[in-house]
């Protein structure tokens, strides 16, 4: 049996009235305290349980992590997950091996066309324990020339004129690391802003801007996870900041159309192709908008937060927060900015933010945490 599922059984083997146990060791030998019994009738009970659980029984873990793995060349990533020397890797490594998530959502993560660095970071993790055999990487919108000047400089291929903020091609993409086999993908990412119903567009950008850019800073993409208990879909994105542009507010009403996107899409308005009908789903991603502080126009975020098809857990960390982004005070101060937003008609069984405060969060300290990014992974467990 895996140890993962002998702990829950055990867990609920307690529950029942078994006593508190108080060691499980690599035998799954335990000791209860307050009842002498032998450690033979104890892992039977517990056994018994597991066996009568429905199948399923066990959370579907989703976890969503912002990272720092972007550098300021093509390959300079790779090289520095090969060489094994960066800490920062290091940390990165241990904060999603600690995680123990069925599925990873990766942001700023650069891309190449064979997935070379995402391998080389599966390869690490697998030697830290946490096998990911299925991955994803597409071409993400950053640093794809639009060949016009979109942010009014008088120049057209600077890093702000491309369809998303980016020093080359691919820096700063999406990832998806997975146990479970990965299905059909419906990519987004090209649609472009002015045919979004309602487009904010035409109002912000230029008439050779608005004939170009794509809505998508980073990515969209609706990605199918082939799961022992059927499929289910990951709808991701990684919305652009809503800021570092001009009075015009171009990448706030941006930021608030790249939500809005997935609103309708949620309401049955589809780009290409059939409308979404899944039951079995989770919108998640880096939103770059806190419900209450900060920049950024909440209308869109809002949409989705109190959509009747989603839910929202509201992750916490350990002394109670919901931020997720450890950002300089006073200005723009820590914030919520990446979610996971599952499906209304899930079970939530846990959800949290894995930032450790004063000792170590699932086996994370304070330090890795800090190193890894200054963005926090968030995590949520589902049964279905």
């Known amino acids: 049996m895996p140890r993962r599922r002998a702990q829950s059984a055990l867990s609920l083997w307690t529950r029942a009235g078994g006593g508190t146990v108080d060691r499980l060791g690599p035998c799954f030998g335990v000791v209860p305290c307050g009842a002498r019994r032998c450690a033979a009738r104890v892992i039977g009970a517990a056994v018994a349980l597991w066996l009568a659980l429905p199948v399923g029984a066990e959370p579907f873990r989703l976890a969503n992590f912002h990272t720092q793995l972007s550098r300021d060349g093509p390959g300079l990533l790779l090289r520095d997950i090969l060489r094994g020397e960066d800490r920062a890797i290091a940390a990165s490594i241990a904060v999603i091996a600690a995680a123990r998530a069925d599925v990873v959502v990766l942001q700023d993560i650069d891309y190449d066309a064979r997935a070379a660095a995402l391998d080389a970071l599966a390869a690490a993790l697998a030697q830290a324990g946490a096998p990911y055999p299925h991955r994803l990487a597409l071409r993400p919108n950053t640093g794809w020339p639009t060949g016009v000047d979109v942010d009014g400089d008088g120049r057209s291929h600077r890093a702000r004129d491309a369809h998303g903020y980016g020093l080359f091609n691919g820096q700063g993409g999406m990832a998806i690391l997975s146990r479970h086999p990965i299905g059909p993908v419906r990519d987004f990412s090209r649609f472009l802003w002015a045919d979004l119903p309602g487009s904010a567009a035409p109002g912000v950008l230029s008439p050779e801007a608005l004939a170009v850019l794509r809505l998508a800073t980073v990515a969209a993409w609706d990605v199918a996870i082939e799961t022992p208990h059927g499929r289910f879909h990951i709808l991701t994105l990684h919305a652009g900041p809503p800021v570092f542009d001009g009075p015009e507010d171009r990448n706030g009403f941006r930021n608030a159309d790249e939500l809005r996107f997935w609103q309708l899409y949620l309401d049955g308005w589809s780009p290409e192709g059939p409308p979404f009908d899944a039951d079995r789903f989770a919108l998640m991603g880096t939103l770059n908008v806190d419900p209450d502080r900060g920049q950024g126009r909440r209308v869109g975020l809002r949409a989705l937060l109190d ?53 170590l969060l699932m086996g994370v300290s304070p330090q890795e945490a800090a190193e890894a990014s200054d963005h926090r992974l968030v995590w949520v467990d589902l049964a279905f």
């Open 307 to 359: 959509h009747p098809r989603l839910q929202d857990p509201v992750p916490r960390r350990p002394g109670g927060g919901t931020e997720t982004a450890d950002w300089a005070e006073p200005a723009p101060g820590d914030l919520r900015v990446d979610y996971i937003l599952p499906a209304a008609g899930l079970e939530v069984r846990g959800a949290g933010v894995l930032w450790p405060e004063d000792a």
